[in-house]
């Protein structure tokens, strides 16, 4: 038996989402976040367990198949963000602030 790259990645993703999410961000129950790159390894992790501490989550993503591997996750609203303005698409401003925790879960290219 032999491990794929795959294989060896999850629990790398698995520390970073909880480093995030649980040590860094604190997330708790009632808070409003926002995941970029929802669909991705450590985006789907993070959102998984900011559902778990009672968060409402919000995650970008695109194309719309992996919109949908957001839901499946856990995301409350996804956004395509290559198909509508980010603003636009946003929850309505909470006050204070429109998000308790923001992650960026992928570096850009």
């Known amino acids: ?10 629990p790398l993703q698995g520390m970073t989402a909880d480093y995030l999410v649980r040590s860094i961000g604190r997330v ?4 409003r976040v926002l995941v970029h790159a929802a669909a991705g390894g450590v985006g789907r992790l993070a959102v998984q367990m900011a559902k778990a ?9 695109s194309p719309r198949a992996q919109a949908e591997l957001a839901r499946a996750a856990g995301c409350d609203q996804t956004i395509l963000y290559t198909a509508v303005a980010f603003a636009e698409a946003g929850p309505e401003p909470a006050p204070g602030a429109l998000f308790e925790d923001i992650y960026a879960t992928e570096l850009p290219s």
Request: net charge negative.
């Open 53 to 61: 501490a009672g968060a409402t989550v919000f995650g970008t993503c």
């Open 28 to 31: 708790a129950a009632g808070e």
């Open 1 to 10: 038996m032999y491990c794929t790259a795959r294989d060896t990645a999850l």
